[in-house]
Nanobody
Framework: VQFVESGGGLVQPGGSLRLSCAAS????????MGWYRRTPGKQREFVAQ???????TYDDSVKGRFTISRDIAKNTVYLQMNSLKPEDTAVYYC??????WGQGTQVTVSS
């Protein structure tokens, strides 16, 4: 499985973005998909994940602002990000089962 990420960009504080992660192959059999982010000088940080059962988990820093979802028919996982803050600025990576990773998409929150 290979991923193509899109949807990153520059947004003002309080704004919204939706990240997409489209898989080249079928997502059937994948147990968990999720998003991580990395900022310069920091380690990769967990953001959110969704299980095959549709159970979702979020880091406390994004809970209530971000929503992860998946469309199995489109082989795509999404991250809807609302009420963005400058500290959300990072490169965001999607993954499947912690094995397959996207190339990353830059999100910059700045006025």
């Amino acid at each position: 499985v290979q991923f193509v990420e899109s949807g990153g960009g520059l947004v003002q504080p309080g704004g919204s973005l939706r990240l997409s992660c489209a898989a080249s192959g079928s997502m059937a059999g994948i147990r968990v998909m999720g998003w991580y982010r990395r900022t310069p000088g920091k380690q990769r940080e967990f953001v959110a994940q969704i299980l095959s059962s549709s159970t979702t988990t979020y880091d406390d820093s994004v809970k209530g602002r971000f929503t992860i979802s998946r469309d199995i028919a489109k082989n795509t996982v999404y991250l809807q990000m609302n009420s963005l803050k400058p500290e959300d600025t990072a490169v965001y990576y999607c993954h499947a089962d912690y094995i397959h990773w996207g190339q990353g998409t830059q999100v910059t929150v700045s006025s």
